[in-house]
């Protein structure tokens, strides 16, 4: 079966920026999983992934617009401490160039910490991959159907729950 609209994708990713060096990878971990055609990934990733099948092994190397899109100056917010989620430890403090994860009314959006004060942080709210030539490096592990309720609701349920989250 390929890769099409209302399929289901299963696949490992390494993730590259223009050097070459890796910044994530699936490999070790479970497969990334998502609804195909239901914008759930990457436009260039999806793009890439179309027709793909089981077993196939490929690269895609993706510009910013097809990924991030471009890094966009002034993007910059002050937001309380406290409304920071990610640190790596409860005694760990909040440092210029660290990832944070920011609750917004558009959902949960990942920052760049900029600066850092007793009460305020002032943050980069650019995705930290925007500006960004990125590689994947695809291994695609299996291809389903989605199911009827998979693609009502615009994304894959687990296998081993009939719901399993609130909608």
């Avoid at 990713?13 to 055609?37: D, I, R, V």
């Avoid at 895609?60 to 920071?84: C, D, I, M, N």
């Avoid at 403090?93 to 002032?122: C, D, P, Y």
């Avoid at 943050?123 to 960004?132: E, F, H, R, T």
Wanted: proline content about 4%; hydrophobic content about 35%; aromatic content about 6%.
């Amino acid at each position: 079966m390929n890769i099409a609209e209302k399929t289901v994708a299963h696949f490992h990713y390494t993730l590259k920026n223009e050097a070459g060096e890796e910044l994530e990878s699936s490999n070790g971990h479970e497969p990334l999983t998502y609804l195909h055609g239901a914008n759930n990934t990457l436009a260039g990733l999806e793009k890439a992934l179309t027709g793909k099948a089981t077993g196939d092994k490929f690269s895609v190397t993706l510009q910013p617009e097809e990924a991030y899109g471009p890094y966009q100056e002034g993007l910059e917010q002050r937001v309380p401490v406290k409304h920071l989620q990610g640190l790596p430890s409860k005694n760990a403090k909040w440092k210029k160039g660290m990832t944070a994860a920011v609750h917004t009314e558009q959902g949960q959006r990942q920052v760049t910490v900029l600066k850092v004060g007793k009460f305020m942080v002032t943050v980069d709210i650019n995705p930290p991959l925007a500006g960004k030539v990125l590689t994947f490096d695809i291994d695609i592990v299996d291809v389903r159907e989605a199911t009827d309720e998979e693609v009502q609701h615009g994304h894959v349920h687990s296998a081993d729950s009939s719901c399993g989250h609130d909608h």
